[in-house]
């Protein structure tokens, strides 16, 4: 099984000539192994078909499986009075309660509309006609790809489509019941609102809107940046998940499985987070249109992890995972959840420590597996035997202490502390560097976002117009990530002369010498 954008073909003959692997895939294919990233390990995902490749994110939504994730628009409308179809704002997402399976598709716009809220500044009405595909749904689109899931993806086999919901759809409009989700203020200036709020470094991309208006002949302009709601506190999680997670860190490793086995309870029947291949597909019907390439199959043929099979899908040609609204932040917060819950640990005063650590290793691996079972399933243990009674009343000597999760205040703090000592021992530093790289002007960010006409080979490519990039910037945050990424390391590289895997200066120093 090969990805085509990885086969070389002969001129438009449509023959083979060779494929583009690397050194790694190729060694472990030599001693008959499958590769980690290889699609034969359960990593095929499937195309969606060309004719739903425009589902709009409410679109989605109704056709989901699951829903666990709100969406906050914020929108401005511009003040120019001669352009009052430009407009521009984010989609923030926020991380919700997963609900169990549908019972039955499609879901109706109330229940979509309990997900999405409006909040719009302008000088003008909000007017829902007027936001393009933001909003869009189309009656017979969703019907036919709801009709196209059921036949080729198992997850959507036995889900009963109703038809009879289809009729509080429009045939093409916005989602009805929009405008009792919108909050409008028509006061505020949004120059001043909007410089307040993105006040920088630098100009912020909307400003690049104006160029290229004046070839669109009418059209409207939307700009909409995808950011996101994380949890590096871990806020969403209970105080007796984290007791439970230090407690399964307590047993030996061969009697505890090292994967999360987490599961927060929303509603009376939760949807497992963790351990569920299902889960994502279910989510994005758009991302997985077969229900195929989720994560943690435990019959997969090569074990990979969910880190690296969130970097392989923000990897591949196909971009539409770096383009969707909310499939990065949910990877983002799960991931942080996982930290936060194999890294929890407990603590005990020293002058306690060894009359506890005796009393510990009398504890069997099964009690404590049963015990942590039971915190995260209960909120309060009922008929504990004496066993157990024994092990908590041990552990209320202990404290439970979660380790420093990256983005959260206990990781800022660490690192300031880390900054402090280095003043300590090297002293004040003499030079302060501030390095602020702009893709929305840069030729590397355009190749990165998958432009073939630009060409680096040249002094000053040719660029597209304003518009168009700060277009891009919006619709792609994962290339703007990766460009600044890229933008560092090579300052560092060769301007320091940094060596990321020694973590110090090469022999020969850069400008600043050796460091």
């Known amino acids: 099984m090969l990805d085509k954008s990885g086969v070389q073909f002969i001129g438009s003959t449509g023959k083979a000539a060779g494929i583009n692997i690397c050194s790694l895939c190729c060694s472990l294919l030599t001693k008959r192994k499958i590769p980690q990233m290889a699609l034969a390990n359960d990593l095929y995902h499937g195309s969606l078909p060309e004719q739903f490749a425009d589902l709009t994110l409410v679109e989605e939504k109704v056709c989901a499986l699951y829903c666990i994730t709100a969406h906050v ?36 716009p109330t229940d979509v509309n309990g ?17 393009g595909s933001l909003f869009r749904v189309r009656r017979q689109k969703i019907w036919s790809f709801l009709v196209w899931l059921h036949h080729h993806n198992a997850l959507y086999a036995n889900i009963p489509l109703d038809y009879s919901i289809m009729s509080l759809y429009p045939e ?62 871990s806020n969403k999680l209970t105080g007796r998940s ?78 539409a995972f770096h383009y969707h609204n909310s499939f990065i932040f949910v990877l983002q917060n799960i991931l942080q959840h996982r930290q936060a819950h194999l890294q929890t640990h407990f603590t005990v005063g020293k002058s306690n420590f060894k009359s506890v650590a005796r009393q510990l290793t009398t504890v069997s691996p099964v009690l404590l597996q049963c015990l942590a079972l039971k915190l995260e399933l209960e909120h309060k243990l009922v008929n504990p035997t004496n066993e157990e009674r024994n092990a908590l009343r041990l552990l209320q000597q202990v404290n439970t202490m979660s380790a420093c999760i990256p983005g959260s205040q206990a990781s800022k703090i660490f690192v300031r502390n880390e900054i402090h000592n280095d003043y300590g021992y090297f002293g004040l530093p003499h030079i302060f560097f501030t390095f602020n790289p702009s893709p929305a002007h840069s030729p590397v960010f355009q190749v990165m976002f998958g432009d073939t006409t630009v060409d680096l080979s040249k002094r000053f490519p040719m660029m597209p117009c304003g518009r168009e990039r700060a277009l891009r910037l919006a619709q792609d945050p994962v290339a703007t990530t990766d460009f600044f990424e890229f933008s560092f390391r090579c300052l560092f590289h060769h301007l320091f002369r940094w060596d990321f895997d020694t973590r110090c200066s090469t022999a020969s120093g850069g400008i600043l010498s050796f460091v």
């Not at 009075?81 to 169990?100: A, I, K, L, W, Y």
């Not at 061969?254 to 994502?280: K, M, S, T, W």
């Open 73 to 108: 628009t914020r929108l401005f409308q511009s003040s120019d009075p001669t352009q009052p179809r430009v407009f521009h704002g984010n989609t923030c997402t926020h991380e919700m309660n997963t609900v169990s399976m549908a019972s039955v598709l499609p879901c109706t």
């Open 115 to 131: 997900f999405l809220s409006v909040v719009f500044i302008g000088p003008e009405k909000f007017n829902p006609n007027r936001m």
């Open 172 to 233: 093409d409009g916005p989602i009805p019941g929009l405008v009792e989700c919108v909050v409008e203020n028509h006061e505020l200036s949004v120059d001043v609102v909007f410089g307040e709020e993105t006040a920088g470094f630098s100009e912020h991309p909307v400003m690049m809107l104006a160029d290229g208006a004046a070839d669109l002949l009418g059209e409207q302009t939307i700009m909409v940046e995808k950011i996101g709601m994380l949890d590096p506190e």
């Open 242 to 319: 984290f007791v439970a997670s230090a407690i399964r860190n307590l047993l030996p490793k061969d009697a505890a499985d090292i994967q999360p086995d987490l599961v927060i309870h929303h509603n009376g029947r939760p949807v497992p987070e963790y351990n569920n291949p299902c889960f994502f597909p279910g989510l994005y019907p758009t991302l997985f249109p077969y229900g195929l390439g989720g994560f943690e199959i435990k019959s997969r043929p090569t074990a990979l992890s969910f880190k690296q099979q969130a970097k392989y899908f923000l990897s591949v040609s196909n971009r």
